[in-house]
Every structure is written in structure tokens, then in C-alpha cells.
């Protein structure tokens, strides 16, 4: 089942730079192989449904173990079995209906 | 490691009614034995990572079998290494603020 | 034009402890006169839209007055055209198809 | 007080394909002169708070009057004090860390 995430990772108990933490998500999502898009408010991720959760509990581990004690991830994540559907996909699709 | 999820599952092309398909969501967890609380905007879960994802991956697969072809979940998960804590000790902390 | 909201308010660079800030909030709500349901991971709020958004837009002043340097709102709106909806109306639909 | 926020509007008994009515909103911000930036889950938007949510309740309106019955948005709307930031800022910031 292939799934299109969008997650945004919030610390707590760190100060006020959440970069650091971003970042070290993000290297985890390279070595897991997933297609991602950084934008201002979180990351949209690709990829099918185990791996892409995987990724999600590793980050969460990872910044455990950087000394964070409290982390939410917001995320939503979308299925469909109608179509087949990419991120470029769905961005593509709002934006023919602009121009 | 143990989760606290909030969940709102969205289903699309199926009409106005949602609850039919929250219900079908409620019979997963509840087989799973999970702890959970239903409020008006999605559900509070509380258990183990894994159980809880795989009881919201297992409620994904069962809404496209019930002909749903698109569907996003819209989830919050929290994590913490300083202290356990419940559903029930995160109201409280703030009812005992509030009395 | 009514709403029914779910709001999660984050404040950063404050500790681990939330729990005064949420209540903060809440006393705004109360004050305006708002329906609300506290849950593990939000509360519910119900009332016209206005009203509503002039309460979170307070709850943000009133936190950084409180000394919070930043702060995230997640929120959940919705309307609709179809039928007047409660909180309580909400939670009774998926109720019922349980029972 | 400036806002960054993102915003995922899900309309509801309208079939499946939601980009018309994306496109709806972004007009609105258009002419609203907000600063945005679409990715695949959602739009960024930078303002003032009352143009900002002022943009969303237009968009609410207008994707009713269009004929949707029921409509969700979901909304995360940062405030901070400690510093000005804008959306290339928070996108920069992960962006160094991870060169």
C-alpha cells in the first residue's frame, strides 16, 4: 500500500531551533530511500505504507536518543486505490488549474 | 515504546456520512485491545508503537475493502522518555490547572 | 457560520510541563462562552466562527504575555451546509454504530 | 502578529478530485496579496493573522457557495516573538543543517 505523508516533527523540552532535529530526520529518510519534499511546515514523504512508517519510528528514536524527552509528529497520510498517485502528481494537479 | 495518538480518519467519495466507517476503525482497536476515547474530531489511542500503527494500517486496508477508494488519516503521535503518562493523567494534568 | 474545532496548542522553549498553558487557554474559552471538551490531545470547541478564531487568536497573545517565545496552533475546522451538527451530535453518530 | 501557517482544505461529498477547489482558495490568497507556497499535503502562507485567517474564512465561503456541503480544514498557524521568520527562513534552516 503506497501512502503520501506529510510530517511535521516537533520537540519539546529543546530550546527553540528545531532544525537540528529536522535534519537528523531527514538523513533517515535518505538512507531509507524515500522521496521527500521539505517545505516551511513539515516534509511530504513517498514511498510505500511499512517503510515510510519505519522511517517515522526510527526518527523518533533518533531524537530520543539526541536527548530529546518529549516529541509529537503530526502527521497525515493518504491512501487511494484508484490511481496511482506522486507527489509532482499532486501538485501538478492544483497548479494546471491555475494557470 | 509507548504511544499516545490522537486519530481523525478522513474518507473522500463516499458521501456525507463518516461514522460508519469511525465505527469500523473502533472494532480494529478494540480487537487489538487498545485503550482508546472518542471525542467529536477523531480518537485518543494509547499502547505500543507498533500495535497502534499496525491497528491504523489494518483500519486503512479495511475502508478501501468497504469501497472506499480515498482516504487520509490525520494523526498526532506522542512519544517521551521522561515519564509515562495515560490518556487519563494528560486531562487530568490540566483539570487539576483548571480547578 | 458555525464551527466545530479541534485545537492542539504547542508552546516551545518552555519545559516539558504544557498543562498551565492549555488551562490558560481554556479560561479564555470559558470566558467567551464557548462550548469545549478537553481530550488527551486537544480540545473540542463549538460556536461561530468568529468568535471561535478571536479566542485562539487570544490564547496565542495571552501565552506569549506568559513569557512563550513560540508557539503552534494545530487546529481542525469544519463547517457545514447540510445540517447543524453539536459536538455531542458528532460523537453520538459513531456511538450508535457501535451499540 | 505574523503568522506562518499551513493550511489542507478537505472538501466532502464531492467526488474525488479536490484540486478545483485548492485552486478556489489560492485565488483568494492571491488576491488577498499572502505570500504562499504549495506543496503536496497542503499550502504555506505567510501574513498577518487577521488577512490570514481572514483568506481562510473566504475560502470556507467560497467552496460552499461552490457547492460543497461539508469541508474541513486543517490548519497548524505559528506565532513567535523571539524573532521574525519567514517561509524561506524555516525551509533555509533545515537546508543548512543538512549541507
Known amino acids: 500500500m503506497k501512502v ?5 516533527v516537533s520537540p ?6 528545531v532544525s537540528p532535529y529536522i535534519a537528523a ?3 533517515i529518510f ?3 530511500g524515500l522521496k521527500t519534499n521539505l517545505h516551511a511546515y513539515g516534509t ?6 511499512d517503510e515510510v512508517f519505519a522511517a517515522v519510528k526510527l526518527c523518533h528514536e533518533k531524537l530520543h536518543a539526541m536527548g530529546i524527552p518529549r516529541l509529537t509528529s503530526s502527521i497525515k497520510v493518504g491512501t487511494r ?4 498517485q506522486s507527489l ?4 501538478d494537479s492544483v497548479k ?3 494557470a
Do not use: P, Q, R, Y
Open 30 to 32: 535518505a538512507e531509507a
Open 44 to 49: 511530504n514523504i513517498e514511498g510505500e505504507w
Open 96 to 98: 494546471n488549474k491555475l
Open 88 to 91: 509532482h502528481d499532486k501538485i
Open 25 to 27: 530526520c531527514h538523513e
Open 4 to 8: 503520501i505523508m506529510d510530517l511535521t
Open 12 to 17: 519539546f523540552g529543546v530550546g527553540l531551533s
Open 81 to 84: 486505490t484508484d490511481k496511482e
